[in-house]
């Protein structure tokens, strides 16, 4: 199966902060790659496909980037709405697998 | 609206069996391939199964292959979850999931979530 890993584990953040998630894969998985956000207590929300491509109704500061092994998430502007736990996920190949997370917490 | 309702979950004996069942509603079910995924606090997210419009192809993972069995009955808008020899570590809250692949996003991922089932695995 292909690995994935997200780090940081915890990013500390304030509102109107650029923040960066990285997820790197075990192997290629080209651009086929989705982010998920989750807030506790809920399930996740679909954020990115294909690495860059927004879902439609997501707010255009998210944006997503990378090809290859190394990709990342990029919320430009933090709102409050936005803190919560954000995870990968590739799907070049089954098994479909998920980062470990990254939580967005309040400084 | 797209709303996955699931049922079905609960406590069962290590060993055991229970049987998930998801209610699709808010867009053609026929259309679309479906998941389950499982969520623990110590592991987080696990994909665990998947099944195309057709039922053909499905997938599942190495941990769960040879004692869990997806399928669905498209007349009822129902995808169901039957999960057998069930082990500690099946504990989790277990998501119904619909697939992208009736978008242009194509196959594997995840557009819409249910609310979850928790299902807790202990003698």
């Known amino acids: 199966d292909i690995q994935m890993t997200q780090s940081p584990s915890t990013l500390s953040a304030s509102v109107g902060d650029r923040v960066t998630i990285t997820c790197r894969a075990s192997?290629?998985?080209?651009?086929?790659l989705a982010w998920y956000q989750q807030k506790p207590g809920k399930a996740p929300k679909f954020l990115i496909y294909?690495?860059?491509s927004l879902e439609s109704g997501v707010p255009s500061r998210f944006s997503g980037s990378g090809s290859g092994t190394e990709f990342t998430l990029t919320i430009s502007g933090l709102q409050p709405d936005d803190f919560a736990t954000y995870y990968c996920?590739?799907?070049?190949?089954?098994?479909?697998?998920f980062g470990g997370g990254t939580k967005v917490e309040i400084k | 609206e797209v709303q996955l309702v699931e049922s079905g979950g609960g406590l069962a004996q290590p060993g055991g069996s229970l049987r998930l069942s998801c209610a699709a509603s808010?867009?053609?079910?026929?259309?679309?391939?479906m998941n389950w995924v499982r969520q623990t606090p110590g592991k987080g997210l696990e994909w665990i199964s998947y099944?195309?419009?057709?039922?053909?192809?499905?997938y599942y993972a190495d941990s769960v292959k040879g004692r869990f069995t997806i399928s669905r009955e498209n007349a009822k808008n129902s995808l169901y979850l039957q999960m057998n020899s069930l082990r500690d570590e099946d504990t989790a809250v277990y998501y119904c999931a619909r697939d992208t692949d009736g978008r242009i996003v194509g196959r594997g991922v995840v557009d819409y979530w249910g609310q979850g089932t928790l299902v807790t695995v202990s003698s």
């Open positions: 996920q590739q799907y070049n190949s089954y098994s479909l697998t």
């Open positions: 808010g867009f053609t079910f026929s259309s679309y391939g």
């Open positions: 099944i195309s419009s057709s039922s053909t192809p499905i």
């Open positions: 294909k690495a860059s």
């Open positions: 192997q290629s998985i080209s651009s086929w």
